[in-house]
């Protein structure tokens, strides 16, 4: 699932050079409406997603001045990643294009075990940057209507050598009602800490909000990305 630097940085160009609004959006967390899903798969859902193969069109609400092809695709076998193992990765693209123009994008691995669940960090097919988690916490079994909490803090570098910091994302989850059929599962996060070279490198202080709906089966299915840069908020929703 998506990490904000990646889809950060591919919108963060296309945002400072266009003038653009919108709304926020909001984390607060409401009990379930009667007939609504209430509790769905937490860790098993999160890594069926993530060693399945996903291809998104998403396009930015309300203006539809932007459209973003985003897509997952797990790679065969394991690996080892900054000396964790075995690690399982999954390439992922992101390309952002507007009013028909591309205008970002890029190509990120990431790592993460699977049994339990514990995402490792990320490379970009660029070199820069290279995210490391220096912090995880187990990831719920469960998801719960009401639920929140945190998942990892990545420190990004400028490279694999790890001897420059670029940045600090930190990551929480919140679980919202969505339907009688699913429920709203949210990854929050937040992009902060960026240093001269994180600037040099195309990273700004941002959040990102991926959103996936998740069934009482544990399938779970992107609904919606939203970043923030400098204060302007851009949607993106599948469909």
């Not at 339990?116 to 820069?128: E, Q, V």
């Not at 009401?146 to 929480?172: C, F, I, K, N, Q």
Request: hydrophobic fraction near 35%; aromatic fraction near 8%; proline fraction near 6%.
């Amino acid at each position: 699932m998506s990490r904000s630097w990646i889809t950060a940085v591919s919108l963060a160009t296309a945002i400072l050079s266009s003038s653009c609004g919108g709304g926020g959006y909001g984390t607060s967390i409401a009990q379930p409406p009667p007939g609504n899903l209430s509790s769905a798969p937490g860790e098993t859902a999160l890594v069926s997603y993530l060693q399945t193969s996903h291809q998104y069109m998403l396009n930015e609400q309300p203006s539809g001045m932007y459209t973003l092809q985003f897509s997952s695709v797990p790679n065969a076998g394991t690996t080892m990643f900054n000396g964790m193992g075995p690690a399982y990765s999954v390439v992922e693209t992101v390309t952002v294009d507007s009013n028909g123009m591309p205008v970002g994008g890029g190509t990120t691995t990431l790592y993460f075990l699977a049994n339990p669940y514990a995402p490792l960090g990320a490379a970009s097919t660029a070199g820069t940057p290279y995210g490391v988690v220096s912090a995880t916490t187990p990831f719920p079994a469960t998801l719960n209507v009401g639920a929140s909490g945190p998942v990892d803090t990545e420190t990004l570098y400028h490279d694999a050598s790890m001897t420059t910091m670029d940045a600090t994302v930190t990551v929480t989850y919140t679980v919202t009602a969505n339907d009688s059929a699913t429920l709203l599962f949210c990854l929050d996060s937040s992009t902060s800490d960026v240093t001269a070279q994180g600037t040099a490198d195309g990273l700004q202080a941002a959040s990102e909000t991926d959103c996936y709906t998740v069934d009482a089966a544990g399938n779970a299915a992107l609904d919606s990305i939203t970043v923030t840069v400098k204060g302007m908020p851009l949607k993106f929703v599948v469909g």
